[in-house]
């Protein structure tokens, strides 16, 4: 089982008039509205937050790529990875992830990551992910050829890290004459590929079917299951079943001294989340040509609502958000690991506006007292949390 402290690094600084006056906290939001000495006091807080959970025992430090945006402020997801490299020791820094259609020369990244993996000693875990459909205006690229190039990019990128060079790459949207990456990566054949996602069907088929982890990333509690379901089968069809470590579930958290002081003091700063900075007209969420009919078809029978239309309560029984005691907070992490089969945990502690003296409150009980409850007990704390025991109603209810 392995813990990561996922930080988005937002901009909690929006106008008071924001939800009045603007459509999104994405691609139109004036950059006006970003002051760079607040960012330059706010990016260092975050990495101070970072480093600090390491010293508290988190396994592994996660960041992740997005673009014209006060929902992170993390454009270059591999500058932010060489920092912690630099401000750590032990710890994983798991770049959830490049988004590989953006980029024109996905050389780059695996120049990049190849560095950080050196530089940290055989540190860095490499995601990729398409980049949701705001990037693709923020960007400029066309998402009807978003697969086309995620795929493309990737089998060039591990070709580079693991293949001796130089050799000829010829696809239909990426074409070198010479690829030969130095340095190469510390880790080989390559560094450990994860696949973050929202559950589009088409990633899941093809995470499964090259044994990459599977992260659901800020979903309900049972289309986290549904596509988590969907992913095992998959594998079962490429005749393996997947193991725990194959299986990541993250999530905004916050834990408190009770349960009803950590609703209350959580309350705010996550209905900033998703209704400031995940506000995204459908428009930008999904251009055209960026899903495919299938998935768009998962998605609707589904019935996924957007969680910025959810009510704080309905946020926390849909699983959307993780908020409760250290006793709490365990036993539902405990039931999603039994139900669900997952070992990879992704805690989002420092979400929207909320004050550094929550965050790291939060971050300290769940380091001090969730994470140890789990490690410990194992086995134990799964049979308490599963139906029938202290708490017999679903994860989903309890969430």
Known sequence: MQFFYFHLMPWPH?????????????????????????????????LDEMEYAEALGFDGLAVNEHHQNAYGTMPSPNLMAAALVRRTQRAKIAILGNALPLHEHPLRVAEEVAMLDVLSGGRVISGFVRGIGCE??????????????????HDLIVRAWSEPGPFCFEGKHYRFRYVNVWPRPLQQPHPPIWLPSQGSTE?????????????????????????????????????????????????????????????????????????????????????????????????????????????????????YVLVGSPATVAARLAAVQQELGVGIFLYSGRTGDMPKELAWKSMEFFAREVIPRLRAHGAGIRGNASPGGAGSVSPAKRM
């Open 203 to 319: 990633t899941i088929r093809w995470g499964a079917e090259h044994r990459y982890p599977f992260v659901s990333v800020f979903n309900s509690y049972t289309n986290t299951k549904r596509w988590i379901e969907e992913y095992h089968e998959a594998a079962a069809r490429c005749g393996y079943t997947a193991p725990p470590e194959q299986i990541g579930f993250a999530a905004p958290m916050y834990v408190a001294e009770s349960d009803a002081r950590a609703e209350a003091e959580a309350e705010p700063h996550f209905l900033w989340l998703f209704r400031r900075g995940l506000k995204i007209p459908p428009n930008y969420l999904l251009p055209p040509g960026y899903i495919s009919e299938e998935s768009l078809r998962k998605f609707l029978a589904a019935g996924v609502r957007l969680p910025g239309e959810l009510s704080y309560r309905e946020l926390i029984e849909h699983g």
């Open 14 to 46: 929006l106008p008071a008039d924001f939800d009045q006056r603007e459509p999104s906290a994405w691609v139109t939001l004036s950059n006006r509205h970003y002051d760079p000495a607040l960012g330059h006091h706010l990016y260092n807080e975050y």
């Open 136 to 153: 693709y205006f923020s960007l400029g690229v066309n998402p009807t050829y978003s697969r086309e190039r995620f795929y493309e990019a």
